[in-house]
Each structure stands twice: as structure tokens, then as C-alpha cells.
């Protein structure tokens, strides 16, 4: 996939921007706070229509308007898709159109797949299981058609059997108010485990290769599924153990008030060498197998949806030695998709050819393009006429 | 400019029915003024007249105006069929079928401790009490395919089957006419849960 053209209107830092990229690696230099991840920022919004960065649309407009406009040019495959994301803050009202026509918020979620990597991916392995686990619901609900419909149910089940926990507190058992709920959460919830399994196993050998490659062959990558159902696997036997365990932990349960067993407690492990990356690997690891995920998950794409996402890369060269640079420099080189690339320190072209990169220099809120020709792509389309939800603003 | 207020008390009412907004409960206002005094007069006497007059039936939970309702009184009824149903509206859709001809149970709600209701609340146990003194052979259990409509199903099941009464669950799955490659993931797994033998 890629994005051909893209057009900025009041977003964050940016009053009016057109730019027109190349098909292969775009290259933004600049200072920080000039504007350089508000960029990706934009390209983001406009493929998944939310930010990485906020919940709230008001804060992406520019800080002395009152709407924002975003109209890229995509191309998936041999087709084109102009798109257009239109926020209006008096009203909160918030519009997409896919050329010319408008689509509901929900249907366009997941149709243009971004990857964007940032240094807070770094937390992913600093910190606790929470942002592991929102990893893995992510991802599971991009990658597999069931997952985002069982999580939902699943949650659901466990707030009402938490109430039936809390409302017989210290009180009798009644076996059958608690066994359609306990059911229900074993059922949904060891189909959970086992979609995160093997979604975990495919996204490490993934990530593996990429992971080696960025450390000259040298070390090994794995990630370990640590549920709270002792000794879960794909198996059948998955579903007894969690029942089994989920029945001897009932005293405890009534004690507390809550559950104490399933999916909503779990988490993985990221191990170098056999060595938790947590406690032991240095920062320069981490921040490579924090990468490693996200190239892992890009691969992942690929194979699932049979679609190259674009990369988003935030602030990432600086983090690397020249070294693990020029082996993640080769990996967007020879991956199919189109790469955006932050960095404010000097950037090295190490060997990239004439036509496969872009360079674009970022300064207060006015980015220019510089040095290396636009490749435009094959077929690059043709500006259709199609009703445009721009609004007029007066320059 | 504002309005008269008769007519804003007359707006605000309106507002009030459900998915009924300011324009739309304006609009209903207007039809109303521009309508002669009798037909405004029947549609009020309609509306006090049904709150009056309709309750729901002690025995199956059902809509009605007399006691036990019709369909509960009906002996050409299979009175060894109970379908359990969540509203009382979902009555009325079964009913148009035609297909069905046993009693019902309706249970106002399903089983969700989140909203306070429980068995209790659902009148489960004159469901129980219905089936073991009416020897009713099958139970039909037509609750949403939803996580508290399921939790309900189960319930049921798991209380009603020890009484040697066949408990069913209503298949889910595709809308007729509609094609396999449009259906979605979820209604498909569903129908696929509830395929038979052929
Ligand atoms: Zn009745």
C-alpha cells in the first residue's frame, strides 16, 4: 500500500502543507518540535482514522483554528482510494469520505494498515503486563476475524460474574447462580489464550528474523505465553485445566470479590538469549527487540491481509548504532510497503539508491522537499472530480 | 424566537418516546396541531386507554388485557411446549409466524447481575414450577444470542433437563435470501453452532 499524496489543513503545527511522496522510503529531517511526528501523526489519522497519540480530535487541530482537513491519495494494489478526514470543532462533528463518498467511522477502521513504531514502544518490554496485553488484543483484532467479537463478549462475562462475585462476598455459594458465568468465562476465555498462542508463535518468528538480522546473527528473540491458567496450551486439554483451576480458586474469588483466573490476567515474556529482556538485556536490546515486534507484526500483515502496510518509523536511527541503522535502513529496503522515516539527527543515505528515497527537511510547521527526485510510483492516479468535504477557509 | 408553552410542554413530551429528537418531536407536534380535536382526542384515549387496560398475564408473562391471557386460555394450544422468550414483544414476532402453537414464558430480561436481575427477578421459579406441574415435554429457549441471553439458556438447561424435559436452543444463523459471502463471522459461527442433520 501506499500513500501518493497527502494534504494538510490546520492539523496540529501544520496551517496548509501538500506533499507528494515516493513510493518506497520518505525521509524527515528536523529539529525536535518542529512538526516531524505530527506528520506521521497525520498520515496515521488518516489511514485508521484515530491518532497513536490522543483519544480526543480537538487536540489535532492547529491551535488558532477551529477544524482540520486531511486528504490523502492511497493505492492498494491497482486501486486508488482519495481520502478525506474533515473535524469540525464547533461541532465535534467528524466526516471521512472514500472517494467522494462518505463512510461511517466504524467500517473504516483496519481497511489502510499503518504501522507506526515510536520510542514509547520501548515500554512494551519496560513496563507491566497491561500494555503487553492491550499488544496482544491489538493485534489479535487486526489479525484475526474472531478475536475483537470473543474479547468483547469475554469482558463482558467477567464484569457481571465479578458483580455476582462481589454480591455473595462472605455469603453462601449457590452453584448454579455462578455456573452459566463460569461457563461462559472458561469457554471464551481458553479460545482466547489459544488465538494469543499461536498469534504469539507466528509474530516470533517473525520478529526473529528481523531480530537477527538487526543484531548480526548474534542473538535469539523468543516470547513466551505466561497465562494464568497453569499449563494452558492449543491443546483440548486447555479448557479442563481452566475449568479445574477456576474451581479450586473459588474461596479466594469470594473472598476478593473478583476473578482471579483468565486472559484478562495474562501476559508474555520477551527473552534474548533465554534472558528476560525486562531484567537483563541492555537498553540498546531492548529498544531492538521492541522493533522487532512491530517488524514482526508488519511481516504478520503481510501474510494475513496479504497487504504491505505502510511503516512509520518515529525518532527511531537516532536510538541505533551505525550498525543495527544500516540493517533496519536494509529491511524497509527490501520489504514491498512504503516507509516513513523521522530523525533529527543527520541522516546517512548509506547506499540507498536514487529513485527508492526522499528526503524532506521539517521546520516550524513548513516542510520542504530537498535533494533526491519524487518517484511517484506506477500509475499514479489521476485526479478525480469527485464532491470534496474540504470547507472553505478564508487565507 | 420561543415557542408558546403549551406547545414546548406538548415538544418535551414528545421527546420522550424513544429515538425521538427535538426535530422530529416538532414535526409530530405540528401533525398534531394541523389534525381535527376528535382524531387528537382518540389517539390520547389510545395511549391512557392501553397503560389502563393492559398488563401482564400472572401465569406467562405475556401482554394483555385479561386474566390469564388469551393465548395462556387457548386450549387448542400445546400446553406441553414452552418457548422462553426475553419480552414481551418477542411474543408477538413468534406469534406472526404461525409456526409455533405451544404456551410461553416471558421473562422480561435476561439473567445480569450487573442490572440487578437474577432468577427472581425473571420469575424462573414459577418457570420451574409451570413445567413440573403442567407435564410440559419440551422447552424451547429463544433468548438473544447474546452473552446474557446465553448465560440465561444455560441456566435454564442445566435446571430443567434433570426434570426429563427436552431443553432446545432457537437456531441462529443467516437471514433468508441473504448470501453465505455477505454474512458475517459471527452469525456464521453461530449458524454453523446450530446446523442439523439433513
Ligand atoms: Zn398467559
Known amino acids: 500500500m501506499f500513500l501518493h499524496k497527502l494534504k494538510l489543513l490546520h492539523f496540529r503545527n501544520y496551517e496548509q502543507q501538500e506533499l507528494s511522496f515516493n513510493a518506497r522510503i520518505n525521509i524527515f529531517k528536523g529539529n525536535n518540535g518542529q512538526g516531524k511526528t505530527n506528520l506521521l501523526e497525520a498520515i496515521y489519522y488518516l489511514a485508521v482514522s484515530r491518532s497513536f497519540r490522543t483519544n480526543y480530535d480537538q487536540e489535532l487541530v492547529h491551535w488558532n483554528k477551529n477544524d482540520f482537513f486531511l486528504k490523502g491519495n492511497f493505492q492498494k494494489g491497482e486501486d486508488f482510494y482519495a481520502v478525506e478526514s474533515a473535524y469540525q470543532g464547533f461541532s465535534k462533528k467528524f466526516k471521512i469520505k472514500v472517494n467522494g463518498a462518505e463512510v461511517k467511522r466504524s467500517d473504516f477502521i483496519y481497511q489502510f494498515p499503518v504501522v507506526v513504531f515510536s520510542p514509547d514502544d520501548l515500554l512494551l518490554i519496560k513496563e507491566g503486563p497491561a500494555g503487553r496485553r492491550r499488544f496482544l488484543n491489538l493485534e489479535g483484532s487486526r489479525l484475526i476475524p474472531s478475536y475483537y467479537r470473543k474479547l468483547k463478549d469475554y469482558q463482558k462475562v467477567l464484569q457481571q460474574r465479578n458483580r455476582l462475585l462481589k454480591e455473595k462476598r462472605s455469603n453462601f455459594f449457590n452453584r448454579d447462580l455462578f455456573e452459566p458465568w463460569d461457563r461462559a468465562l472458561v469457554s471464551l476465555g481458553s479460545s482466547i489464550i489459544k488465538q494469543r498462542i499461536s498469534l504469539l508463535k507466528n509474530l516470533e518468528a517473525q520478529a526473529q528474523v528481523f531480530f537477527e538480522q538487526l543484531s548480526g546473527y548474534k542473538e535469539q528473540l523468543s516470547l513466551n505465553y505466561v497465562s494464568s491458567v497453569t499449563m494452558a496450551d492449543l491443546s483440548e486439554k486447555t479448557e479442563e485445566l481452566f475449568w479445574d483451576q477456576l474451581n479450586q480458586g473459588r474461596g479466594e474469588e469470594l473472598k476478593r470479590g473478583y476473578t482471579l483466573i483468565g486472559p484478562h490476567l495474562d501476559d508474555f515474556l520477551i527473552l534474548i538469549n533465554n534472558y528476560e529482556a525486562k531484567k537483563y538485556a541492555s537498553q540498546g536490546q531492548q529498544r531492538a527487540a521492541a522493533l522487532a515486534l512491530k517488524m514482526g507484526e508488519v511481516n504478520l500483515f503481510c501474510q494475513a491481509r496479504r497487504e504491505s502496510p505502510i511503516v512509520l518509523l518515529d525518532d527511531v536511527f537516532s536510538e541505533f548504532d551505525p550498525e543495527r541503522r544500516l540493517q533496519l535502513l536494509n529491511f524497509l529496503r527490501q520489504r514491498e510497503g512504503q516507509s516513513f522515516i523521522t530523525t533529527a539527527a543527520p541522516f546517512d543515505k548509506q547506499g540507498l539508491q536514487e529513485g527508492e528515497f526522499a528526503i524532506f527537511s521539517v521546520y516550524k510547521g513548513k516542510i520542504n522537499h530537498e535533494g533526491a527526485r519524487v518517484n511517484p510510483g506506477k500509475n499514479a492516479p489521476a485526479e478525480k472530480n469527485v464532491a470534496s468535504i474540504q470547507p472553505k477557509f478564508d487565507h | ?198
Open chain 2, 1 to 198: 424566537m420561543s415557542y408558546p408553552q403549551t406547545l414546548e410542554k406538548l415538544v418535551e413530551s414528545l421527546c420522550r418516546f424513544p429515538g425521538i429528537g427535538p426535530k422530529t418531536a416538532q414535526r409530530l407536534a405540528f401533525f398534531l396541531l394541523a389534525r381535527p380535536r376528535e382524531e387528537v382526542v382518540s389517539i390520547a384515549r389510545a395511549m391512557v386507554e392501553a397503560k389502563d387496560k393492559l398488563f401482564f398475564c400472572s401465569n406467562c408473562g405475556c401482554l394483555t388485557e385479561i386474566e390469564p391471557c388469551a393465548l395462556c386460555r387457548d386450549s387448542r394450544r400445546d400446553r406441553g411446549l414452552i418457548c422462553v422468550v426475553q419480552e414481551p414483544r418477542d411474543v408477538l414476532v413468534l406469534e406472526r409466524t404461525g409456526q409455533y402453537h405451544g404456551l410461553y414464558h416471558v421473562l422480561h430480561g435476561a439473567l445480569s447481575p450487573l442490572d440487578g436481575l437474577g432468577p427472581e427477578e425473571l420469575r424462573l421459579p414459577h418457570l420451574f414450577s409451570r413445567i413440573k406441574e403442567n407435564n410440559v415435554r419440551e422447552v424451547i429457549i429463544a433468548t438473544n444470542p447474546n452473552v446474557e441471553g446465553d448465560a440465561t439458556a444455560a441456566f435454564i438447561a442445566r435446571l430443567v433437563k434433570p426434570l426429563g424435559v427436552t431443553v432446545t436452543r432457537i437456531a441462529f444463523g443467516l437471514p433468508v435470501g441473504g448470501d453465505l459471502e455477505y454474512a458475517d463471522d459471527l452469525t456464521l459461527s453461530r449458524a454453523l453452532e446450530g446446523r442439523r442433520e439433513m
